[in-house]
């Protein structure tokens, strides 16, 4: 009978956390265009917020006048506005 060959595995060490910290990675290349995509949605983002802010100033202008009407009519039937 012939003898039957076992198959060879070869195994390779496991890296340990000292060669990991030694192993250098390279610095990111500075991309210009990836800055103006920045710059452009932040200039997006702020405005955004700014017509968030203006629609709630609105809002709340809208609310100071219903707030002030209830008032007066609440005066004008001698009704506490407080209740």
Do not use: V, W
């Not at 595995?9 to 990675?25: A, E, F, N, S």
């Not at 203006?54 to 007066?72: D, P, T």
């Amino acid at each position: 009978m012939a003898e039957e060959e076992k198959p060879t595995t070869t195994c390779t060490p496991k890296p340990t956390p000292d060669d990991l910290l030694q192993t250098p990675t390279p610095p990111a290349k500075f991309d210009p265009t990836r800055m103006i995509g920045i710059i452009k949605r932040k200039a997006l983002i702020k405005d955004l917020a700014a017509a968030y802010h203006n629609e709630c100033i609105s809002y709340c202008r809208e609310l100071l006048e219903l707030q002030k009407r209830k008032g007066e009519g609440l005066k004008l039937l001698n009704l506490d506005p407080n209740r």
